[in-house]
């Protein structure tokens, strides 16, 4: 057994959010600039969000029945964990009044995993001694700045 960690996240915002969205679609308006499908942890999560996306694009409903009815069309409801786990999603939340607080959860995870992914590439940059030092510092140096450009760029809330 190695010293495996668990990457940062938070499944219980992440279900919160998704569960605020299927009992008040509205609340996309609120959080489509901070969260991305990306950015969950879980498979199920990610391959919800984006139908959940899909279904927002068109201006069709979002709710446990056109999630469910759309996911069956993509074949894709078996691996979320069928309708039952939709129904447990939009019971986890009362309200969707917390939304923006959820994603945010989410987003800071969804940063410090990109991190621990930039850090490992420069790593590796590090153990390759073949390379000229220069191009090793500007290619850590890009790493780095593209995952503090993200964050920047999915942090501001007006």
């Known amino acids: 057994m190695g010293n495996e960690r ?3 996240q938070n499944l219980e915002a992440e279900q919160s959010l998704i569960g605020s969205i299927l009992i008040d679609q509205e609340a996309m308006l ?3 600039d ?3 499908a990306e950015d969950f942890y ?3 999560h990610r391959i919800i969000f984006d139908c959940v996306l899909d279904l927002y694009e068109r201006h069709d409903p979002i709710d446990i ?3 469910g009815n759309r996911l ?3 074949g894709k409801i078996q691996q979320i964990g069928g309708r039952a786990y939709l129904v447990e999603l939009s019971n986890a939340v009362p309200t969707s009044a917390h939304i923006v607080h959820y994603a945010q959860i989410v987003q800071k995870k969804a940063s410090l995993r990109r991190l621990i992914e930039a850090a490992t590439h420069i790593t590796k940059l590090g153990y390759a001694e073949e390379s000229d030092i220069d191009v090793t510092l500007d290619e850590a140096e890009r ?3 593209t995952v503090s450009q993200n964050l920047t760029k999915n942090t ?3």
């Open 156 to 158: 501001f809330v007006p």
């Open 65 to 67: 029945l056109t999630v």
């Open 143 to 145: 790493t780095l700045f």
């Open 42 to 44: 879980r498979d199920s």
């Open 34 to 36: 901070i969260i991305h």
């Open 30 to 32: 609120k959080i489509g």
């Open 6 to 8: 668990i990457p940062p």
């Open 72 to 74: 069956e069309e993509k």
